[in-house]
């Protein structure tokens, strides 16, 4: 094992993730230009954007003027000439991979005869990052074969193969010297028939785990420029589920429900279905928002493997993202802020972002320490179990249950172990790395300000990762009231008794003052994903009920009424309900893979100039369309379904309840005077009652017919570091992306 360089630094960098471990940002306005020079060569950098190349290598291609001879050409690297790492390759394209750069600026150049000449500038970045997120905390430790403190250590390769024996599922080990004789055969989309072997490489990047599969042929050759023909060159990737952040390396997930549900023997993976019809499959540590939450590091890690994948396998036609609960929020997130990682979005378990769901749990954790101890109810006041479950929005308080104690109660607690001895503690360690999901967003939300340090801050000599969630002037059970659903009585005291968290998650008598600078940048990062660039990729979506289970058919609809509102549509964004829990019928799985594929194909023959969003919605199939199945793939009702599940399926949350409007992303309300009229009418309350209310709600009520505070759209490819490896809080647009960069990325018709 290699340790983190940790005890060279102040604890308190640690905390605030103010270590520039690799050295100064040349992502800077300084920054060398990287557009090529017009002089009958054009350079260009396949694999990436010119200035956010990493592990120094990229794959370029060389275009010349028919003028000029290719066989001539002289291409240098720095002043060093590696002109034998390219040729004309078989597939008529002037291509090479260029290796060994330094790290910063290198300057490719090529000439030719005929005066054809040409050169950009490459932007090289360490292996282990970071590139445009942020400064990082060094890691409490690596995986035991790291090779350095970032974690790095050689790529490996395996084989696995799909055994023609239907009791054996999922993908087994194969010895390429010792073949098994059970080896399946596949045919791929594009009809190439093979035995079904898989290549697995395993390496690291940006301190942790990618890996890549494909359908293999062992001792073949394959370069970027000749793959074996079995690829079709499209990528799906795949996430993992639940939000939390750690401090060391962990597994790059592969399976559709990772965390969320238990593996059935009975149900192949998504990836192997996809593998078999000549897909490349990857995944990345970190976008697996169960180990790391935090959306501008989860892009960056797509990109990065994005990166390696072309340089070594090929150009890209499209990429596929898919998974579920935490997986969703993955998709769904990188889409909106950080869009053409991307080109399709296959979600189940859907949540649309962390945090939104977040502000709802919250509620749902103060309400269950309300509801679940009478001894907080004051005289005379008895609650019902069922009416638990009307105030929380929800059937019954289980979902409430599931939410706290399987997601918000672990992603939020500031104290544990997650970085050893030097893991935060109120009493014994104020200083220390604090665990909670919230904490590692820093970078985000901005610190807490002196004025309001808790005493464990002050005994830290900084301030915590300040809250985006707050409760003020929220009614709670307002609906129910006005309803007759629960009595006067029951409203006061839960709305008087609730209280608050504070900045360790602990309950207070006081309702939480949320931070503003916090809840703008939280919009402004894709932090919480109002929908404003989700247009731009097609979305299909799997739906099922939620018999508990803190996975709300709710958040799928959040989604499509975020479109609406930016949009005033939400064509690009498609439901297949069913009645199996969270997923509404396994078979999507496979039949959506098949279903995006044909949209995404028909959109790549759209080489028009107009715009992304508008060629998802004309080149969408004619049978791509709302429906509901009977669980067992066979489809039932068409587009009105939706409509029709979206009352049963999809249930209410504490806010919602309180008054607030649908969109489900208030993380603060702006506030209107306390008045008897506007909500209350007849209601009979006490004097005491209405004397205990303006004592409570002095400063207001939420007015929902305005919009949230702060409520902003998303920014798009945000850095968090500045030139000087310093941390920018909110982020900062990264500079337009240079010229002939990232083409291998995708198909020309969705690249804008």
Known sequence: MIPAPHSRLPVLLLVLGLCACSGSDPLSDDAPATTPDAGGAQIKVLSNRSD????????????????????????????????????????????GR????????????????????????????????????????????????????????????????????????????????????????????????????????????????????????????????????????????????????????????????????PENPLFEQSYVTALGRGYAVMSAAMANTGHNCDVPSAAEALMMAKERLVEQYGELRYTIGTGCSGGSIAQATIANAYP??????????????????????????????????????????????????????????????????????????????????????????????????????????????????SPMEQAAGHGFAALPLGNRGVQYGLTTLQQGRITPAQFV?????????DIDIQPQAERTHADHRAIANSYRSGFIDVGNNLDTVPIINFVGPDPGIAHDSLHAWWVRWRLDREHGQHDNHVMWAGPIPLVGDLNYVYQGITAMDRWLSAIEQD????????????????????????????????????????PLYAYGTPRTVAGDDIYGYSLECQLKPFSRDDDYGLIPFTEDQWQQLEALFADGVCDYSKPP????????????????????VGGEPLPPVPAHSRDGWQSPAFRY
């Not at 502000?359 to 004051?378: I, N, T, V």
Request: charged share 20%; hydrophobic share 35%.
């Open 52 to 95: 956010m190349i990493s592990g120094d290598d990229a794959l370029v291609e060389v275009v010349f003027a028919e003028t000029a001879d290719p066989a001539s050409a002289r291409v240098t690297l720095n002043g060093i000439d590696i002109t034998t790492a390219f040729a004309q390759r078989s597939n008529g394209r002037y291509m």
């Open 98 to 261: 260029v290796e060994g750069m330094q790290l910063g600026a290198n300057l490719l150049s090529v000439e030719a005869a005929g005066g054809a000449s040409g050169s950009v500038t490459v932007v090289n970045h360490p292996n282990g990052g970071p590139i445009f997120s942020a400064p990082q905390v060094p890691r409490y430790r690596c995986q035991d074969s790291a090779v350095d403190a970032q974690c790095n250590q050689p790529a490996e390769y395996s084989y696995l193969y799909k055994s023609s024996n239907p009791a054996q599922s999922g993908l087994l080990p194969y010895d390429p010297d010792n073949p098994p004789t059970d080896v399946a055969t596949t045919t791929t989309d594009d009809g190439v028939t093979l035995p079904f072997v898989v290549r697995q490489e395993r390496g690291y990047q940006n301190r942790d785990e990618y890996r890549i599969l494909t359908l293999f042929r062992p001792g073949e050759d394959w370069q970027p420029w000749a793959p074996q023909d079995q690829w079709n060159h499209k990528l799906l990737i795949t996430h993992g589920g639940s939000c939390g952040y750690d401090y060391h390396p962990a597994s790059a997930p592969l399976n559709d429900y990772s965390g969320t549900i």
């Open 340 to 453: 053409g990682i991307y080109q399709g979005l296959l979600t189940m378990c859907a949540y649309p972002d962390t945090l939104s769901a977040g502000l709802q749990f919250a509620d749902l954790h103060l309400m269950r320490l309300y509801f679940e101890d009478p001894s907080k109810w004051g005289q005379g006041i008895v609650w019902l179990p069922t009416q638990w479950g009307d105030v929380e929005g929800h059937l019954t308080h289980l979902n409430a249950v599931t939410a706290d104690e399987g997601l918000f109660k672990g992603a939020t607690n500031p104290a544990g172990d997650c970085y050893g001895e030097q893991s935060y503690d109120p009493q014994n360690n104020p200083g220390g790395i604090r665990c909670s999901i919230l904490d590692a967003m820093a970078h985000i939300f901005g610190l807490r300000t002196p004025d309001v340090w």
């Open 493 to 501: 005291d839960l709305n008087v008794n609730i209280g608050g968290l």
């Open 607 to 646: 080489v028009t100039d107009r715009p992304i969003a508008e060629k998802i919605v004309a080149n969408k199939p004619a049978d791509i369309h709302d429906q509901c199945s009977d669980g067992l793939g066979q489809k039932i009702l068409d587009d009105v379904c939706v409509d029709l599940v979206q």
């Open 709 to 728: 505070v702060n409520l902003q759209p998303t920014v798009t490819w945000l850095k968090y570091r500045d030139a000087q490896g310093e941390v920018i």
